[in-house]
């Protein structure tokens, strides 16, 4: 369900989104986080990195992180990272053959399970990031179904909930949906390839 062209896209509309607010304080509170708003932009950047490094590397143990924050780059310049990493990913991404795995905590991710983590994240932090300014965001659906598809197929279906923007906030712990209650913080992801799904919820095991 993930497409090559998933992830630079994603970034570039996080990166829109967020541009305008470049100069309300970002030292808040992002959303329901423990982080800041510009600690979670940081996070933005980073996340594709890490995953890029591990998939680069075809790993089977966690790569150390190439970068770990910037605490002096203006938020514009890292609304430009987060485009740029996610860009570095997904080139990655398409340079793995189809048997090629890297770590993740939750798995050994092939490239699909690596954009669609890499989306994932870029989109929750938005919304939490936009929620802690606040303001809005909304992805378009079709991606936001297709992350629930790739990395949560225990989320409500689509005739259940025909929201899939709303299915994504409830996996990973945003919100909760009608009959289904907010997730704990152990909510988790199935980035290994859905051929080696068991059949049950993913639960985090990591802190």
């Known amino acids: 369900p993930m497409r090559p062209d998933d992830l630079p896209a ?3 509309l996080c990166r829109e989104t967020l541009l305008p607010w470049a100069d309300r304080d970002w030292s808040v509170t992002a959303g329901d986080l423990e982080w800041t708003c510009r600690r979670t932009l940081d996070h933005m950047v980073d996340v594709p990195i890490f995953l ?7 790993s089977t143990d966690r790569v150390l992180p190439i970068r770990n924050g910037d605490p002096a ?4 310049r890292l609304l430009d990272a987060v485009v740029t990493s996610a860009t570095m990913l997904e080139r990655i991404c398409a340079g793995m053959a189809s048997a090629d795995r890297g770590f993740h905590p939750a798995g050994q991710a092939d490239a ?3 954009r669609a983590q890499g989306c994932a994240e870029l989109l929750q932090h938005t919304y939490d990031i936009a929620n802690g300014l606040g303001e809005t965001f909304r992805p378009p659906d079709d991606l936001a179904g297709r992350i629930v598809a790739r990395l949560f197929p225990w989320a409500p279906g689509a005739d259940a909930h025909p929201d899939r923007w709303e299915a994504l906030l409830w996996a990973c712990g945003r919100i909760a949906l009608p009959g289904h209650e907010r997730l704990d913080p152990d909510w ?3 980035i290994a390839p859905l051929s080696e799904w068991d059949g049950q919820r993913k639960i985090r095991t990591m802190p």
Request: aromatic share 10%; charged share 10%; net charge neutral.
């Open 73 to 76: 780059a203006a938020i514009p």
């Open 188 to 190: 988790w992801v199935q």
């Open 112 to 114: 699909e399970g690596f």
């Open 52 to 58: 890029g490094g591990n998939a680069a590397m075809r």
């Open 10 to 12: 994603t970034a570039a």
